[in-house]
């Protein structure tokens, strides 16, 4: 006895299970979704705040995490910020050696955003790099000229 399927020709299976992430249900009707938040536009505000103005990395870390829903943002916030730090002296000669004007002339917003990016292509291996250059566009794009 053969095996007969009961789908017609051509047509799809039914799915079953859990949805994948990317396959997100709208929110419902009368309830907004949540502003989706670019946290490497949040970990360059947190670094020119440490690095230009000098406030504490852990008092400004840490109020900006507070202002982060999802628990993995403010990890990934704290991963990224602690990570372009550590490794500075590193990014910038890197970007130095790409940015034609050199860092001294490149937007102090700019330049931060563009470390986030520098860190996230160079030592995050679960960062894929066309998702960290498209991220800190947006985020760049943000800024004023």
Known sequence: MAFRSRRA??????TRGPRR??????????????PRVNVRAVAAKVLGEV???GQSLKG??????????KE???AFLK??????????PLLDWALDEVIERGLEATQPELLQILRVGAY????????PAYAAVDECVEAAKGLNP
Request: glycine share 6%.
């Open 21 to 34: 992430s990317s396959e997100r249900r709208p929110p419902p009707a009368g309830r907004a979704a949540p």
């Open 79 to 88: 991963e990224v910020v602690s990570g372009v730090i550590r490794q500075l």
């Open 120 to 127: 996230q292509i160079l030592f995050l291996d679960r960062v």
């Open 60 to 69: 400004t870390l840490q109020r900006e995490q507070s202002r982060l829903q």
């Open 72 to 74: 993995e943002d403010r």
């Open 9 to 14: 020709p051509g047509s799809r299976p039914e």
């Open 51 to 53: 690095l230009e103005r």
